[in-house]
């Protein structure tokens, strides 16, 4: 008799968001163009082909396009 395992669900799954999505920073971050907060709003312009990072445009404090990891952002709801 043979057992077959069942995959168990991914907890750590979570939907990859598209071009445009709109996201929350989850962490403080530093650019040269000054300091992010986390829960600043930014705007997905570009999500690198692994899914793993993505371009992310700010406008406040200032205008700017920093990478981020995918674990840095959060859907904005």
Do not use: C, K, W
């Not at 395992?5 to 163009?33: C, E, F």
Request: charge should be negative; hydrophobic fraction near 45%; avoid cysteine.
């Amino acid at each position: 008799m043979s057992v077959m395992a069942t995959p168990l669900p991914n907890a750590m799954a979570r939907p990859v968001p598209d071009d445009h999505a709109v996201v929350r920073l989850r962490s403080l971050v530093g650019t040269d163009a000054g300091i992010l907060l986390p829960n600043a709003i930014g705007t997905i312009v570009y999500r690198h082909a692994d899914g793993n990072s993505y371009e992310v445009e700010f406008t406040d404090p200032v205008a700017q396009v920093i990478t981020l990891h995918a674990e840095d952002v959060s859907p904005a709801e």
